[in-house]
C-alpha cells in the first residue's frame, strides 16, 4: 500500500494530480489501481477527480501481477542492515546466485529473502540491483511494484549511489582516475563482456586505497554506468583483474572458493515513500 499526506501546497489539486505528481504513481498503475485495487481518501474509497484539503490521507492499494513460479525455500542466515514495508537492503553472501534460474532453481538470494519473509503466497521477487553470483555485498530489493518501480528510476542518477571495493592483480596506474571504455558482449559469447567501440558506453570511476607488497591493490570504485561484468571487465583491460576472477583473471579457489574478490561496499538511496536518503556501508569478509 502506498501512502500519502496531502501538504499545504497541495491544497485544492485533484487526487489524480497528487497519485501522478507527488507519489509519481504511472498513469496504467493509477488506472490499474482505479479500476482492480483500491484508492482511498480518509480510509473512504474514491475517485481521482475529487479535490484535496491539507491533512488528507491518501492510501493507493496496487493490484500485484501474478508471480510466474511459486519458489523453493532456501533457509539460510541473511544480514539485512535495513528493513521496512517497502524495501530491504540486504548483504549478499558470495557464492550466492542474485535470482533463481534453470541451473540453480532453489539455492539463490530470491529463495532465501522468500524463505526469510515466511514463504508469503503471491511472492514476487524485486530486486532493484543484481550483483555477480561471485560477488558479495548491499543488495537492494523492493517489496511491491511501486516501490520497485521508483527505485529503478533512481538507478543510474545521483540518487542512487554504489561503490565498490576489490583487490586486484597488479596496480592500477595512475592510482586513481576514471576508466571510460564502451563495453559489449563478446563475440559468439553467452557471459562474456569485452572492451569494443560498438558497445555500450561505461565509466568506472576508481581510487586505490591500498598498495600491498605482493604487487596486489585495494581499489574503491564508484559505476556511473551499470554494464553487465562492467567494474570486471573495465580492471581487466588497465591490466588489473579482479583477484580470483575466472572470466577476466585467474581463478583461484584455494584462497577465494567460488567467488572473486569484488564486494558491494556502499549503497545510498533515496527512500522511494519517504524521500529521505538511506546510506549502508559494508566491510568485504576477504580482507
Same mark, same amino acid.
Given at each position: 500500500?502506498q501512502l500519502?499526506?496531502v501538504?499545504v501546497?497541495d491544497?485544492?489539486?485533484?487526487?489524480r494530480e497528487i497519485?501522478?505528481?507527488r507519489?509519481?504513481?504511472?498513469y496504467?498503475a493509477m488506472?490499474?489501481?482505479?479500476?482492480n485495487?483500491e484508492?482511498?481518501?480518509?480510509g473512504a474509497?474514491?475517485?481521482?477527480?475529487?479535490?484535496v484539503r491539507?491533512g488528507?490521507r491518501?492510501?493507493v492499494?496496487?493490484?500485484?501481477?501474478q508471480p510466474?513460479?511459486?519458489?523453493?525455500a532456501f533457509e539460510?542466515?541473511l544480514?539485512?542492515p535495513y528493513?521496512?514495508e517497502?524495501?530491504?537492503i540486504?548483504d549478499?553472501p558470495?557464492?550466492?546466485?542474485s535470482?533463481?534460474?534453470?541451473?540453480h532453481?532453489?539455492?539463490?538470494l530470491?529463495?532465501?529473502v522468500?524463505?526469510?519473509?515466511g514463504?508469503?503466497?503471491?511472492?514476487?521477487?524485486r530486486?532493484v540491483?543484481?550483483?555477480d553470483?561471485?560477488t558479495s555485498?548491499?543488495?537492494?530489493?523492493a517489496?511491491?511494484?511501486?516501490?520497485?518501480d521508483l527505485?529503478?528510476r533512481e538507478?543510474?542518477?545521483?540518487?542512487?549511489r554504489?561503490?565498490y571495493v576489490?583487490m586486484?592483480?597488479?596496480?592500477p596506474?595512475?592510482?586513481?582516475g576514471?576508466?571510460d571504455?564502451?563495453i559489449?558482449?563478446a563475440d559468439?559469447?553467452?557471459v562474456?563482456?569485452?572492451? /569494443?567501440?560498438?558497445?555500450?558506453?561505461a *565509466? &568506472? +570511476?576508481?581510487?586505490?586505497t591500498?598498495?600491498?607488497?605482493d #604487487?596486489r591493490?585495494m581499489v /574503491?570504485?564508484?559505476?556511473?554506468?551499470? *554494464? &553487465? +561484468?562492467q567494474?570486471?571487465?573495465?580492471l581487466?583491460a588497465i #591490466?588489473c583483474?579482479?583477484?580470483?576472477?575466472f572470466l577476466?583473471?585467474?581463478e583461484?579457489p584455494?584462497?577465494?572458493?567460488?567467488?572473486?574478490?569484488?564486494?558491494?561496499a556502499y549503497v545510498?538511496?533515496?527512500?522511494?515513500?519517504?524521500?529521505?536518503?538511506i546510506?549502508m556501508e559494508?566491510a568485504?569478509k576477504?580482507?
Amino acid at each position: 500500500m502506498q501512502l500519502y499526506t496531502v501538504t499545504v501546497e497541495d491544497e485544492g489539486k485533484r487526487l489524480r494530480e497528487i497519485l501522478r505528481g507527488r507519489m509519481q504513481i504511472s498513469y496504467s498503475a493509477m488506472k490499474s489501481a482505479k479500476w482492480n485495487g483500491e484508492i482511498r481518501v480518509n480510509g473512504a474509497r474514491s475517485t481521482v477527480d475529487v479535490r484535496v484539503r491539507p491533512g488528507d490521507r491518501i492510501e493507493v492499494l496496487m493490484p500485484e501481477r501474478q508471480p510466474v513460479f511459486i519458489p523453493e525455500a532456501f533457509e539460510i542466515p541473511l544480514e539485512i542492515p535495513y528493513e521496512d514495508e517497502w524495501m530491504m537492503i540486504v548483504d549478499k553472501p558470495a557464492p550466492l546466485a542474485s535470482q533463481s534460474s534453470r541451473s540453480h532453481p532453489g539455492n539463490s538470494l530470491e529463495n532465501a529473502v522468500y524463505s526469510y519473509l515466511g514463504r508469503p503466497e503471491g511472492f514476487i521477487y524485486r530486486p532493484v540491483n543484481r550483483l555477480d553470483k561471485g560477488t558479495s555485498g548491499l543488495m537492494v530489493i523492493a517489496k511491491d511494484g511501486h516501490s520497485q518501480d521508483l527505485l529503478q528510476r533512481e538507478l543510474h542518477t545521483a540518487d542512487f549511489r554504489r561503490e565498490y571495493v576489490a583487490m586486484t592483480a597488479g596496480i592500477p596506474e595512475p592510482e586513481e582516475g576514471v576508466i571510460d571504455l564502451p563495453i559489449g558482449k563478446a563475440d559468439g559469447a553467452t557471459v562474456r563482456r569485452e572492451i /569494443r567501440q560498438d558497445g555500450k558506453p561505461a *565509466r &568506472t +570511476h576508481y581510487r586505490v586505497t591500498e598498495k600491498r607488497p605482493d #604487487g596486489r591493490a585495494m581499489v /574503491r570504485l564508484r559505476l556511473e554506468t551499470g *554494464r &553487465t +561484468h562492467q567494474i570486471r571487465v573495465h580492471l581487466a583491460a588497465i #591490466g588489473c583483474p579482479v583477484c580470483g576472477d575466472f572470466l577476466y583473471g585467474t581463478e583461484k579457489p584455494e584462497e577465494f572458493p567460488g567467488r572473486f574478490a569484488l564486494h558491494s561496499a556502499y549503497v545510498r538511496v533515496r527512500h522511494p515513500m519517504t524521500g529521505a536518503f538511506i546510506e549502508m556501508e559494508s566491510a568485504p569478509k576477504w580482507t
